[in-house]
């Protein structure tokens, strides 16, 4: 995973975040069922100190945002984010120390440029452990021989 990284006048200056899209042998839509599986009820915010351990894309609607080691939020945008499953950059914009859903918004970099926001619909707190298990069993029942009974 690479590196991703807020007040809302800062938001052009927003810590830069690098993209990280290590799906593994998972498909994109079992990688979402997995997440959304794992994810709490909705909340209003989340605490943002400026700094994002991690991120990974999972469509073009929603992002999983590492914000500690064992400390993650599913984020579903308002609608498509366009090239936000590609884009090497991000950055989110906050509110003090907090992203709101309905009011901010993670950015979309492309070669430095800042792309189209994608307002932040809905947050929702992820459970880290269950999605590394899930994970893993997915990975471990795609490795595994078939029986050729």
């Known amino acids: 995973m ?4 807020g007040a809302m006048a800062a938001a052009l200056a927003a810590t830069l975040l690098a993209g990280c899209a290590s799906s593994g042998s998972l498909g994109d839509a079992e990688k979402l069922a997995i997440y959304q599986a794992a994810a709490g009820e909705p909340v209003a915010s989340f605490n943002y100190l400026g700094r994002v351990n991690g991120w990974t894309p999972l469509d073009d609607r929603h992002i999983a945002i590492w914000t500690g080691p064992s ?29 709101y859903a309905g009011f901010d918004k993670v950015m979309v970099h492309d070669r430095g440029s800042i ?12 459970d880290t452990s269950r999605i590394k298990a899930a994970e893993k069993a997915a990975r ?6 078939s029986s050729g009974t």
């Open 71 to 99: 400390e993650a939020w599913l984020l579903a945008f308002a609608g498509r984010c366009q090239d936000i499953e590609y884009t090497p950059l991000i950055s989110l914009t906050s509110q003090g120390s907090r992203v």
């Open 2 to 5: 690479k590196t991703r990284n």
């Open 115 to 126: 792309q189209l926001p994608c307002r932040i619909q809905e947050i929702r707190r992820l």
């Open 140 to 145: 471990d029942t795609a490795q595994a021989p």
